[in-house]
């Protein structure tokens, strides 16, 4: 079980904010130690082994300080546990059926997973090997994002090679 939970948030009218506070408040009930913080705030996620990220949706997007958050701390966030949730619709919906992530959150997820995916692969590796694009452009980075997390996080060498 992680023992330090960072829960953050992303919240315009406060909801957001309260459950993130009661997810918190259960967890430190559980033992472990937990705080909620905004997540325009939370400047760093290393001192936490797990991390919890919420937004309230606005016309079907997530709050953008989720997604800043997770795009700013992507690389952290791969090889931690890592949960989302979603604050949303104002109707009884949610109480009827599960509602899947809006489009953007299911992409952060599958990037994260993809990332882990690759990490738990290379556990115990000598060398991991990758590719990068070909610098056709100096401003887009030559790794993905996935690829990118793994670099920073595999316990291995690794060798970027080009693409041919
Ligand atoms: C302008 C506006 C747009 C909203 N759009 C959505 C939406 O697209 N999908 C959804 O599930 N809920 C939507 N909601 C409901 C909010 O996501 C919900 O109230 C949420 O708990 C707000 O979070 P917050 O109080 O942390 O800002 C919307 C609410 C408002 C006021």
């Known amino acids: 079980m992680p023992s330090n ?15 993130a506070e009661a997810v918190a408040a ?12 905004p997540a325009r705030s939370a400047t760093s996620v290393s001192p936490y082994d797990a991390v ?5 949706l606005y016309a079907g997007r997530w709050h953008k300080d989720a997604r800043r958050f997770v795009r700013r701390h992507g690389r952290s966030l791969a090889g931690r546990p890592v ?24 992409r952060a997820m599958d990037k994260l997973e993809a990332s882990n995916a ?21 401003t887009v980075p030559r790794t993905g ?10 316990g291995c060498p690794v ?3 080009p693409h041919f």
């Not at 259960?26 to 913080?37: P, T």
């Open 145 to 154: 994002p996935v690829t990118h997390a793994v670099i920073h996080h595999v």
């Open 5 to 19: 939970v960072l829960v953050a948030y992303g919240t315009t009218n406060g909801s957001t904010a309260e459950i």
């Open 118 to 138: 690759l990490l738990r692969a290379a556990t115990g590796a000598g060398l991991l090997v990758v590719g990068h694009r070909p610098a056709e452009r100096p």
């Open 52 to 56: 919890v990220v919420g937004g309230g």
């Open 159 to 161: 060798a970027v090679l």
């Open 83 to 106: 949960w989302f949730f979603s604050s949303g619709p104002l109707d009884a919906s949610a109480s009827e059926r599960d509602i899947p992530p809006v489009p953007g959150v299911r």
């Open 26 to 37: 259960v967890l430190r009930k559980e033992g472990v130690a937990a705080e909620a913080l």
